[in-house]
C-alpha cells in the first residue's frame, strides 16, 4: 500500500469509528446503551487485591500497597524498578513536591545526619505541617478552578475580594480540610452557612470563571447563559474529570453524556446570582451610597437609553456609561460570593446548538444519567438547597468518578503524571488508566481516610515507587518498552514550574517574603504590557518594594496581563481549568534567565549573601553557593572552573547568575 492510500485509509477507518461512536449516543433521552455504561470511568469502583510476591528481592522492595500493584505491572512488562535515590536527591525532590521550595541547606544536612529509621518520615510530617504546604498544593487547585482576579475580556475589571478565595483554599489545604467538606464549600458554602464568611467565600467558586461585560449590563440573556455555562463547566472539569461543556450544544459526541444532562446540571444553578457581601460597617456604607447615589442614577438612565441603540450613537452612549462608572468611590471591602435568589430563577431549556436565543423543552435539576438507572425520574421543581443538593450527589461513596479523579489529581501532582494523564478527561477521549487497580485501591483508602488528603500523601511519599532513582541500570531496555515511564520503572524528571522557579530565585537569594495571605500583590512589569490593558490604571503596583518579592501564588492574578516571566515558564492562562502545567523548552526561556529583571536582580541579592555568608572565602563561595541552589556540594569538576572563574577575578554577581542557571538549579531529580 503506497502513502496516498494509507493515509486515506486511516482517515477512513477513523470516520468509521467517529460514525460509531455518534451512533451510541443518540439513543432516546434518559435511555443509555449498554456499551455506553460500560466506560471504566462509569464503573462502580473495584475492591482489589493487592498482589503478593514470593520473591525475596520482591518483598522487600515492597514497602506498602501502592508498590505492589506497581510492580506487578512492571514485572508483566519484564521491567524492574530503578533502585532508592540518594538521601539529597530524595529530601530536594519532596520539599519542592510539597511545599515547592528548596530545601535549606541546613534542613538537608539535618536529614544526612538523621539516622534514625523514622527519618523520612519525619521530613514528611515536617513538610505537611508547614504553612507552605497549602501554598503550593491551593496553587493546584487554584490551576484547577481557573482562579483569576478579574474579569477577562475587554475591560478585564478587578474582582473587588476574589482574592479571599485563594486564601480560602490555602487554609483548607493546610488544615488538611476533608475533600468531601472542601467540595461541598465551594459548590454550596453560601446554602449551608450563609452567615459564615470562610464559606461564603468558598462559594465564590461560581464566580471565579472569565466574564463578558456588554456594555456595563448583566442582566441581558446572553450574559446570563455565559454565566450559567461557567458554573456548569467547571463542575464537570473539575469535580467530575469528564468533558461536560462538549455537551452544551449537542449530545456528546464520545461520552454518554445527552445535550439534556448538560442543561440538567446546569438546572442546579438556575437560582444562583453573584453577591458581594459589604464587610465595612453600616457606618461607611451609608457614606458611600451617599456619594454614589447620584452617580449610580446616571448609570441607571444611561443603561436604558442603550437598549436598541447601534453604531455610533450606541459607542458614544457606552462611553459615557464607562465615564460614569469611573467616577464612582472605590469599592468597600466585601466577600466575593453568590447567593440564591428564588424570585430570579433562569428557566433552563435544552438550547438548539447552545443558543440563549433559540430554546426547546425544559429540563429540571439532575445528575449524570449514565450514572443513573434508565428512567431515573427528573426533577419538575428547583430544590430548596439546589447546589447542596449536586455536592451530596458528587461526595456520595457510590459516585464512581469522584474519588477516582481527586486520587488521580493527587498522583499526577507527586509523580509528574497521572495515572490517567488527563486529570480533567476520564471519558472515551482521554487517556486510560495505566494502574486502574491501584487507582480504584487509592480512590477507595481516600474515602475510607474521611476524604483527607495528607495521609495519602505519606502512603505515596513512603512508597520504594516515589523514591525510585532518576537513574536506572536497566534504562536502555525500559526506555525501548516504556519510553514515556507510564509503568514507573524510574523517576521521571521535571522542571521547576513557573512559580516554583520564581519563588526558588527568592529563596536561594535570600529575598523571599514568607507574609502569607491577604489582598494581592502587584509588581512592576514593562510599561509597554500595562499600556495594552483597556485601563492601565489597573496595574497600581504595590508600593512596599518588600512585598514583591512574596511568594508567586500571592501576585495579583490577572487575565489580560500574565507576568512575563510566569507566561515564558508556561504558567497557565487563567481561561478555562488547567489540568496539567505543560513543560516547554525554548530559547526566550534563557533569555529570561540571564537577562530578565527579575533574574538580574536575584543573582546580585545572592552574590551578596554569599559575600557575608562565606567572608570571603573563595572555595566557600563556591561550596555555600551549589549548597544553595542545587542542595549538594558542587563536583570536583564543577568546583575547579568555579574556582578557576573567580580566581581570574570575575564578578561575583556574574557567578551566581551562572549558578542560577544549572540545570541542577532548574529541575528536580
Same mark, same amino acid.
Given at each position: ?68 500493584? #506497581? ?84 475591560? !478585564? ?36 452557612? +450563609? ?130 462608572? @469611573? ?58 438547597? /439546589? ?35 488527563? +486529570?480533567? @478527561? ?13 487507582? @480504584? ?72 517574603? /514568607? ?14 504590557? #500595562? ?17 514583591? @518579592? ?66 570571603? !572565602? ?14 549538594? /556540594? ?36
Amino acid at each position: 500500500m503506497n502513502m496516498r492510500s494509507s493515509r486515506f485509509a486511516a482517515l477512513l477507518s477513523a470516520l468509521l469509528v467517529f460514525h460509531a461512536v455518534a451512533e451510541e449516543t443518540t439513543a432516546p433521552l434518559g435511555t443509555y446503551t449498554a456499551v455506553e455504561r460500560r466506560h471504566w470511568a462509569f464503573q462502580k469502583r473495584s475492591t482489589p487485591d493487592i498482589p503478593a510476591f514470593s520473591d525475596p528481592a520482591d518483598q522487600a522492595w515492597v514497602k506498602n500497597p501502592v508498590d505492589a500493584f #506497581v510492580l506487578a505491572r512492571l514485572k508483566k512488562a519484564g521491567l524492574r524498578p530503578a533502585p532508592e535515590a540518594d538521601r539529597r536527591t530524595l529530601i530536594r525532590r519532596v520539599t519542592f513536591t510539597l511545599i515547592g521550595l528548596p530545601p535549606t541547606p541546613e534542613e538537608v544536612d539535618a536529614f544526612l545526619k538523621d539516622t534514625s529509621p523514622q527519618a523520612w518520615e519525619k521530613v514528611i510530617d515536617r513538610l505537611l505541617a508547614s504553612p507552605h504546604y497549602g501554598e503550593r498544593w491551593g496553587q493546584h487547585w487554584l490551576d484547577v478552578v481557573r482562579f483569576a482576579e478579574s474579569d477577562g475580556f475587554e475591560y !478585564d475589571t478587578h474582582r473587588n475580594g476574589a482574592w479571599r478565595f485563594r486564601d480560602y483554599a490555602i487554609q483548607s489545604f493546610n488544615a488538611d480540610k476533608p475533600y468531601d467538606k472542601f467540595l461541598m464549600e465551594q459548590l454550596a458554602g453560601d446554602e449551608i452557612a +450563609p452567615k459564615e464568611e470562610p464559606l461564603r467565600i468558598a462559594s465564590g467558586l461560581q464566580r471565579m470563571g472569565p466574564l463578558r461585560k456588554n456594555a456595563g449590563n448583566q442582566e441581558v440573556a446572553s450574559s446570563r447563559n455565559e454565566v450559567l455555562t461557567e458554573m456548569t463547566n467547571v463542575v464537570g472539569a473539575a469535580f467530575l474529570g469528564v468533558t461536560l461543556g462538549c455537551a452544551r450544544c449537542h449530545d456528546h459526541k464520545f461520552d454518554p453524556i445527552r445535550q439534556a444532562d448538560y442543561y440538567r446540571i446546569q438546572s442546579y444553578f438556575s437560582a444562583t446570582h453573584e453577591k458581594d457581601i459589604p464587610l465595612a460597617p453600616e457606618a461607611e456604607q451609608a457614606a458611600w451610597e451617599a456619594k454614589a447615589k447620584s452617580i449610580q442614577e446616571e448609570i441607571k438612565t444611561l443603561k436604558a437609553e442603550l437598549r436598541g441603540k447601534v453604531g455610533d450613537e450606541r459607542l458614544a452612549l457606552e462611553k459615557k456609561l464607562e465615564a460614569a462608572t @469611573d467616577r464612582l468611590p472605590a469599592p468597600l471591602p466585601a466577600l466575593y460570593s453568590v447567593e440564591n435568589d428564588f424570585k430570579r430563577v433562569s428557566p433552563i431549556h435544552l438550547l438548539n446548538r447552545g443558543e440563549y436565543n433559540q430554546p426547546k423543552e425544559k429540563v429540571g435539576a439532575r445528575p449524570l444519567g449514565v450514572l443513573l438507572p434508565d428512567g431515573a425520574p427528573e426533577r419538575t421543581a428547583l430544590p430548596e438547597n /439546589p447546589r447542596t443538593k449536586l455536592a451530596e450527589w458528587l461526595i456520595d461513596p457510590e459516585n464512581p468518578l469522584t474519588a477516582r479523579v481527586l486520587a488521580n489529581r493527587i498522583w499526577h501532582w507527586q509523580f509528574g503524571r497521572g495515572l490517567v494523564a488527563t +486529570p480533567n @478527561d476520564f471519558g472515551k477521549m482521554g487517556l486510560r488508566p495505566t494502574h486502574p487497580e491501584l487507582l @480504584d485501591y487509592l480512590a477507595n483508602q481516600l474515602i475510607a481516610g474521611g476524604w483527607r488528603m495528607k495521609p495519602l500523601h505519606r502512603l505515596l511519599l513512603t512508597s520504594s515507587t516515589w523514591r525510585q532513582s532518576f537513574e536506572s541500570p536497566v534504562a536502555a531496555q525500559a526506555t525501548a518498552a516504556d519510553p514515556e515511564n507510564k509503568l514507573l520503572w524510574h523517576w521521571s524528571r521535571r522542571r521547576l514550574e513557573a512559580e516554583e522557579l520564581r519563588d526558588s530565585l527568592l529563596a536561594v537569594s535570600g529575598k523571599l517574603n /514568607p507574609k502569607a495571605g491577604g489582598p494581592s500583590i502587584i509588581v512592576p512589569v514593562d510599561p509597554e504590557l #500595562v499600556n495594552f490593558l483597556y485601563k492601565p490604571s489597573q496595574w497600581a503596583i504595590t508600593p512596599n518594594a518588600t512585598e514583591h @518579592d512574596r511568594r508567586s501564588v500571592y501576585l495579583m492574578a490577572k487575565r489580560n496581563l500574565r507576568l512575563p516571566m510566569m507566561e515564558t515558564f508556561d504558567a497557565p492562562d487563567l481561561q478555562i481549568s488547567c489540568a496539567r502545567r505543560e513543560s516547554s523548552t525554548h530559547a526566550p526561556q534563557a533569555l529570561e534567565l540571564t537577562n530578565g529583571d527579575l533574574a538580574s536582580r536575584m543573582a546580585t541579592a545572592l552574590a551578596q549573601r554569599l559575600t557575608a555568608e562565606a567572608k570571603g !572565602d573563595r572555595a566557600k563561595v563556591v561550596e555555600r553557593a551549589w549548597l544553595l541552589a542545587t542542595s549538594r /556540594p558542587p563536583s570536583t569538576k564543577e568546583r575547579a572552573l568555579a574556582l578557576q572563574y573567580l580566581n581570574e577575578g570575575q564578578p561575583l554577581r556574574e557567578f551566581a547568575l551562572a549558578v542560577l542557571n544549572l540545570n541542577a538549579f532548574l529541575y528536580v531529580d
